[in-house]
């Protein structure tokens, strides 16, 4: 069994073709999107159709939060992309689960950790306000009691927009990193692949090229006056700026 992960498209067409065009060559069995979905300023309507269609959100986001109503903050850039949206999409957000398993309850997806779409699972603040990698007992706490069982399972998120992989206790951790925004200074489209052979999933981490400049120049163009730059900037730079 294949099963191709994404997470955090955040309103981001260009970068989505090309994920997109990866995962049909790859020909999974099954498609995991971990939310973030339009909440970005590369053509949002159009990476929703395009998810819509053809890798419809497992789980929600915490910005799809945002778009939902289900938390306050940031009304203006919450109004511009349901202004663009189909109507029903914040409803539609609202109904995600915070968690989804599947192969035989192999797999366990999310966006932030099983517990919350807020909530970092694999990364944990400091006191100084930076971050550094998740402890054992942080990582098991944040599975929520999800454990391993013989094969070994694996629990998918994005979120941190950070390509990381760890194992606990026999259950593979891995955040397959962004389709948008990325923040290692790299603007590479990310996209995980997760193998099932011989009772044990592999996984792999996708890198995709696509058409950042044309991103870019979408959101300087289109994206609201107090966004536009700053999208334009992170998507050219793969760095927040």
Known sequence: MRIAVLSDVHGNAFALRAVLDDIRAAS??????????????????????????????????????????LRDGREGMREWLRSHLPPDLPARLADLPVRLDVAGGEVRAAH?????????????????????????????????????????????????????????????????????????GLPLARWGLLTRRAGCWTPEFRRTAYDVAGAAAWAREHAPSQAAAFEAAWLSAGREP
Do not use: Y
């Not at 069995?29 to 959100?57: C, H, K, R, S, Y």
């Open 28 to 69: 999974p069995d099954l498609i995991l999107n971990l939310g973030d979905t339009v909440w970005g300023a590369a053509d949002p309507a159009a990476a929703w159709a395009l998810q819509a269609e053809f890798a419809p959100p497992s789980v929600r986001g915490n910005t799809d939060e945002r778009v939902a109503g």
């Open 112 to 184: 932030g950790s099983p517990r919350s779409a807020w909530e970092d699972l694999m990364l944990t603040g400091t006191p100084a306000g930076r971050t550094r990698p998740a402890r054992f007992a942080e990582l098991r706490e944040r599975l929520d009691g999800f454990t391993a069982d013989g094969g070994g399972q694996v629990c998918v998120v994005g979120h941190t927009h950070r390509e990381m992989l760890a194992v606990v206790d026999g259950v593979t951790v891995m955040n397959v990193g962004p389709v948008s925004r990325q923040k290692d």
